[in-house]
């Protein structure tokens, strides 16, 4: 049991109201979150200081521009804040910015983390296509009675860590009947408790995890078993890989949008990977013809081998992919193997190392016997 | 055509012992494939995926890494960062269908040249069986 604010508004106002509170009563300096650009649904992260601008703050929206985890180690990678802001993100943004940490790309230090119980997030694509208005106006009902709101990011609709493990308070939406008319807040920790005293609504005691989030996290794996299911249907092995990525343009939108891929100069845009004339001579003397741009397949099995292991499925690379192809599927079914291969949930626990980091005496003594 | 095929591996020996096997190898005359392009490292750890996915592109149908066994590294833990890195590539390698067992890793110590004879010859024959590579024969990748 945790104990939970309530607030006697629809979720969304509900959740305004805090923030305008902790704003207001200066227990924050300022207010990470998502905010309204334009009519047509636009959204885009901001760091608010003053309450005024606190108007469009729409925390809860159900678009992802950026993984905020980004963001966010973006801002700590040099120094930690040295004032407290508090920060609304969704899980995977959460688990994605510990990731980062655990990287040393960033530090938790005084941010006062918000999340909440996950109903998803559209592609970006349904902004442009004019499918957004439609697809968002049946999402809170689909929040409200666990079910997967159809239409979200596929990788969205396959997850199933939509409870944030990490945050010092989560909002209460899956599952929640009385989302319009009651927000919920539940204070995961002694930070989240503090940061609430005097803040408006009345304290009760309640479970995060109810049949509604059960019966949801159920969905969601049958799901993600389908995803797995439907790739697999197109085989595997070199032919099915060229075939998947057939389209690939070698833009690398996919890893500059990744959370987790954070280098300033991927070694896959260094010279080290630079092709020179040489290179497509030794080719075309091996093959007799060759695929330009030359490499592709390459980056993507490179690019899993730094970062598949904590891939948090956010769905990013997928959605900015100009060619729809599901590399978010691809990396999901990598990162799942190799999750499990090292027993490792990414986000999870601040203070267990990445596994690609470190190793132990007593682990895989069959190999090299 | 696979009577005849000749496959290119590529062996990144650690220069402590298994480096030092193979010399032992040599000088004891025993009978090696002679398939492996030697590279020689430091230290097994200084294998990074890269470089084996490298050599995969370039023409290799096979890729050996060998360094001291476990306890054993020179500089006490690299054999043990590299034994984790190759789990993971080999994972990779295995969920995506693309031939794990063409990638091999060994332990083989500086007074084992038998070993590493044996070692060398069965990966030949391994690799020999399964042909040339994709990975530098299609060119679609
Ligand atoms: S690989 Fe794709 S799904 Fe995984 S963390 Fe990166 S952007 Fe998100
Ligand atoms: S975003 Fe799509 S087209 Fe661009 S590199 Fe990634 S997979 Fe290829
Ligand atoms: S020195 Fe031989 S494996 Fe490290």
New interface residues.
């Given amino acids: 049991m945790s104990n939970v604010l309530k607030i006697k508004k629809g979720v969304e106002q509900g959740v305004n109201e805090l923030l305008k509170f902790l704003l207001e009563s200066e227990k924050v300096k300022g207010i990470f979150t998502l905010r309204k650009m334009n009519e047509n649904g636009a959204v885009s992260y901001s760091l608010i200081t003053h309450p005024k601008e606190l108007k469009n703050a729409v925390p809860l929206f159900p678009l992802m521009p950026v993984n905020a985890g980004k963001i966010l180690s973006g801002f700590t990678l040099k120094k930690a804040i040295n004032e407290p802001i508090a920060a609304v993100l969704r899980s995977c943004e959460l688990r994605a910015f510990i990731e980062l940490i655990k990287r040393t790309q960033g530090s938790l230090e005084n941010f006062l983390l918000i999340s909440s119980t996950c109903g998803g997030v559209y592609p970006l694509k349904s902004l442009t296509d004019g499918t957004f208005k439609e697809q968002v106006s049946q999402y809170w009902e689909s929040a409200k009675n666990a079910e997967i709101a159809s239409d979200i990011r596929p990788t969205c609709a396959a997850c199933e860590y939509f409870i944030p493990q990490q945050a010092d308070m989560t909002i209460a939406i899956v599952g929640k009947n009385d989302l319009q008319q009651e927000c919920s807040i539940f204070l995961n920790t002694k930070k989240g408790e503090e940061f609430t005293i005097g803040a408006p609504g009345n304290i009760v005691s309640e479970e995060i995890d109810t049949k509604e989030t059960t019966k949801l996290r159920e969905k969601r794996q049958d799901q993600k078993k389908k995803l797995f299911d439907e790739f697999e249907k197109n085989g ?7 075939k998947t990525f ?1 389209a690939c343009l070698s833009c690398h939108g996919c890893s500059k949008a990744c959370p987790i891929c954070y280098c300033t100069l991927c ?1 896959f845009d260094s010279k ?1 990977h630079e092709y020179l004339p040489s290179s497509h001579e ?2 075309l003397e ?6 330009i741009p030359p ?4 980056f993507h ?2 690019r ?2 730094h970062m ?2 904590s891939c948090v499925n956010c769905g990013m690379c997928s959605d900015v992919c100009p060619v729809n192809i599901p590399v978010s599927t691809i990396f999901s ?2 990162g799942d ?2 999750q499990k ?1 090292f027993d490792y949930l990414p986000g999870k626990d601040i203070e267990e190392p990445v ?2 980091g ?4 007593e ?3 069959e ?3 | 055509m696979k009577q005849d095929f000749k496959p290119n591996i590529v062996g990144f020996l650690c220069n402590w012992c298994s480096y030092a096997g193979a010399d032992l190898a040599g000088s004891s005359k025993l009978e090696i494939k002679p398939y492996l392009s030697v590279i020689r490292v430091m230290c097994s750890s200084r294998v990074n995926s890269n470089l084996v996915l490298n050599a995969f592109l370039w023409g290799a149908d096979g890729v050996l890494i060998a360094g001291c066994h476990p306890g054993d590294c020179h500089y006490e833990k690299g054999n043990y960062y590299v034994r984790r890195r190759f789990a993971l590539l080999k994972k990779i390698l295995e969920t995506l269908d693309l031939e794990p067992d063409r990638l091999q890793l060994s332990w083989i110590s500086a007074s084992e040249g038998k070993r590493y004879a044996e070692v060398v010859n069965k990966f030949a024959e391994d690799i020999t069986r399964l042909g040339p590579s994709a990975f530098h024969t299609n060119p679609n990748i």
Avoid: C
Avoid at chain 1, 236 to 242: E, S, Y
């Fill in positions: 595997f092995g070199i032919k099915a890989l060229v057939a070694d080290t030794i080719e091996q093959k007799g013809g060759i695929r490499g592709t397949i390459f099995i490179g899993m081998i598949a292991v079914k990598v193997s190799l291969l596994p690609s470190t190793y132990k005496e682990e895989f003594t190999i090299g016997e």
